[in-house]
């Protein structure tokens, strides 16, 4: 009861990356709230599902196993969480900003008169005053993303409503283990006390996955680059850079806009969240919804003919001159030192 719950998503018997990211977040988070910290694993056939995600330091799994709880579809895993949360009443509920999350989310927050926020990139616990209607609140779960385009961010409560339901985009929370031999409790339920055999109309025939060529999530080092590169033309120089140092090239959501690159390389608040050792931004303004989405990096690099563009300030290292000036020098010298 009053418990931190967080949905794993299950994929060929693994838990998803931004699920075990979840449950980092979510451990401290319940930490500080005094309550345990529960997950959900609702798929068939996972095998040691406990192994991946008790170091994490879960103190509840609730299993689901039934072959026809995967591939994910919408129903029965809606019912499971729907009539879990009735019975356990729990105080949050966190899952992936994914393509299941954003399914799956708005119909168990819906069914539960509950309230969801998506896409988060922050989560805290907190107090709230509300003065108008004389009410304090300890405790509350801050949910905080950019919103109107980036232009703010908006811290979202949820006051009165349980649970606090939040969806967190892949990449944005930290993953790291709490105990390699943590002890927690594993409850396996009857699926059949959870889904009706309707639930289970719709079935998956065959299901078909392309895995996208570009690794720019996992890259050490990336190379990234916005409108200010000029032209399509002029991000081939990105990919010469990125061919010496290893590295991979991203975009920002203007280049991509511009027909500059493809949009799995988009980096920001609309495409992927990176934490590369040494991130390279080459005509890059930094604007809020891109810094989102790299502000984790461990080294950036600008590389601007505007000394005074917003990426400037989170940078370790710029560099003020033109793109097609700078990279094939950077080339040129790289190259050089390295023989």
């Keep these: 009861m009053n418990n931190l719950f967080v ?8 838990a998803a990356e931004v699920s075990l990211e979840l449950l980092t977040k979510g451990r401290s988070l319940a930490d500080r709230l005094g309550v345990k910290l529960e997950a ?41 969480l729907v ?48 003065r108008k209607a004389g009410e304090s609140y300890e405790n509350l779960l ?19 409503h349980r649970p606090q339901m939040a969806t967190v985009r ?3 929370m930290k993953k790291e283990i709490r105990d390699a031999n943590y002890k927690g409790e594993v409850i396996r339920h009857e699926v059949k006390d959870f889904v009706s055999d309707e639930d289970f109309v719709v079935s998956v025939i065959e299901r ?17 680059g916005g409108y200010g590169v000029g032209s399509k033309e002029n991000f081939q120089l990105l990919y010469d850079l990125a061919a010496v140092i290893g590295a991979e090239v991203g975009a920002s959501r203007a280049a991509v806009d511009a027909g500059f690159a493809e949009h799995e390389r988009q980096i920001g608040q609309t ?5 590369p050792k040494i991130y390279i931004a080459c005509g890059i303004s930094g604007q809020i919804q891109h ?30 001159g033109d793109v097609e000036k700078v990279i094939p020098k950077m080339i040129k010298y790289y190259k050089k030192n390295m023989k």
């Design 271 to 275: 495409g992927v969240t990176v934490r």
């Design 170 to 172: 892949e990449g944005v």
């Design 291 to 320: 810094i989102a989405g790299m502000q984790e990096s461990s080294l950036v690099i600008s590389i601007n003919n505007d000394p005074n563009a917003p990426i400037n300030t989170i940078a370790d290292y710029v560099i003020t």
């Design 83 to 130: 009539n879990l949360f009735k019975k356990e009443k729990p105080q949050i509920c966190l899952m992936g900003a994914t393509i299941i999350g954003r399914d799956l989310g708005p119909r168990v927050s819906s069914s539960l008169g509950s309230g969801l926020t998506a896409d988060c990139t922050e989560l805290e616990i907190g107090n709230h005053e509300d």
């Design 208 to 224: 078909q996955i392309e895995k996208s060529k570009v690794n720019i999530k996992g890259a050490p080092i990336i190379v990234s």
């Design 40 to 80: 959900i694993a609702a798929a068939g056939g996972f095998g040691d599902i406990e192994k991946q995600v008790m170091p994490y330091g879960v103190d509840v799994l609730h299993v689901f196993d039934d072959p026809r709880l995967y591939p994910y579809t919408t129903l029965p895993h809606a019912s499971i």
């Design 142 to 160: 801050y949910q905080i993303r950019p919103a109107f385009g980036g232009n703010i961010v908006a811290w979202i409560i949820n006051p009165d």
């Design 7 to 14: 949905y794993l998503e299950i994929e060929e018997g693994l």
